[in-house]
């Protein structure tokens, strides 16, 4: 493996994880409760077996990182090369019904389920997967995710699903360098999740919070955040 990789990668996991935790202790929160998700679209195996390597120095009590893909496509290159470091993996992006099978065998997670027609399908397919209904709490078109008005709908119908467990919400933080905006697209997301465990108590995740705005979202709860370039350098 190239050091230059392996040593900028661990340096910079280091900063992600000093940055989790102040972030949580300035919100009165235990760092322990906040995962780090590493978002590793378009980086190389090495990059990616530097991070799961340089993890293993973490601060005692923390959870191991878990990985995170947008394109099932790129899960299924990378999964089996870094099989033998058996990492967790998550889809993070959406979804197309003809991969849910190749998706299933790598994630246990899939944090992007945004439609009835998908949960039924992975429901039909999976015995107890954990899966997130993704928001689209800032409007912008481009992105996926129900609206928050239909979130808590989805959310119920997801749950009430044989096969799978929801274990919360996620979105993608506004593309806006006002952090008061972002910070209350992430609130927007708690409320709706505290709506949703009022009834699927199983629910209690909040998976926001990306390089740039990690802060706000642990402010605001986030129990996963994902991080791409903070890690792993721009793409
Ligand atoms: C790429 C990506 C991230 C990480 O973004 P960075 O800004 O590189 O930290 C998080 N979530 C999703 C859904 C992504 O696609």
Same mark, same amino acid.
């Given at each position: 493996?190239?050091?230059?990789?392996?040593?900028?990668?661990?340096?910079?996991?280091?900063?992600v994880?000093?940055?989790?935790?102040?972030?949580?202790?300035?919100?009165?929160r235990?760092?322990?409760?906040?995962?780090?998700?590493?978002?590793?679209?378009?980086?190389?195996?090495?990059?990616?077996?530097?991070?799961?390597a340089?993890?293993?120095?973490?601060?005692?009590?923390?959870?191991?990182?878990?990985?995170?893909?947008?394109?099932?496509?790129? %899960?299924?290159?990378?999964?089996?090369?870094?099989?033998h470091?058996?990492p967790?993996?998550?889809?993070?992006?959406?979804?197309?019904?003809?991969?849910?099978?190749?998706?299933?065998?790598?994630?246990?997670?899939?944090?992007?389920?945004?439609?009835?027609d998908?949960?039924?399908?992975?429901?039909?397919?999976?015995?107890?997967?954990?899966?997130?209904?993704?928001?689209?709490?800032?409007?912008?078109?481009?992105?996926?995710?129900?609206?928050?008005?239909?979130?808590?709908?989805?959310?119920?119908?997801?749950?009430?699903?044989?096969?799978?467990? %929801?274990v919360g919400?996620?979105?993608?933080?506004?593309?806006?360098?006002?952090?008061?905006?972002?910070?209350?697209?992430?609130?927007?997301?708690?409320?709706?999740?505290?709506?949703?465990?009022?009834?699927?108590?199983?629910?209690?995740?909040?998976?926001?919070?990306?390089?740039?705005?990690?802060?706000?979202?642990?402010?605001?709860?986030?129990?996963?955040?994902?991080?791409?370039?903070?890690?792993?350098?721009?793409?």
């Amino acid at each position: 493996m190239d050091d230059d990789v392996r040593h900028a990668v661990a340096a910079r996991l280091a900063v992600v994880r000093r940055r989790v935790t102040d972030a949580a202790l300035a919100a009165g929160r235990d760092p322990a409760e906040v995962q780090l998700l590493l978002a590793s679209k378009t980086m190389s195996l090495d990059a990616v077996a530097a991070a799961l390597a340089a993890d293993e120095g973490r601060e005692a009590g923390l959870a191991r990182v878990v990985l995170g893909e947008n394109r099932v496509q790129e %899960l299924v290159a990378k999964a089996p090369e870094l099989a033998h470091l058996e990492p967790t993996w998550h889809v993070i992006g959406p979804l197309q019904s003809n991969k849910v099978n190749a998706a299933l065998r790598w994630a246990s997670c899939v944090e992007s389920v945004a439609s009835v027609d998908l949960a039924e399908r992975l429901a039909a397919r999976a015995a107890g997967l954990d899966v997130m209904v993704q928001v689209n709490v800032s409007d912008e078109p481009t992105k996926h995710g129900v609206t928050p008005d239909e979130a808590l709908e989805l959310a119920l119908a997801v749950a009430a699903l044989d096969g799978l467990r %929801l274990v919360g919400l996620m979105t993608v933080g506004a593309n806006s360098t006002d952090e008061s905006v972002v910070r209350a697209g992430y609130a927007r997301l708690r409320a709706l999740r505290d709506e949703v465990a009022a009834s699927v108590p199983t629910a209690t995740g909040l998976s926001m919070g990306m390089s740039r705005d990690l802060e706000p979202a642990i402010a605001e709860g986030a129990t996963i955040v994902r991080i791409g370039s903070a890690v792993f350098g721009a793409r």
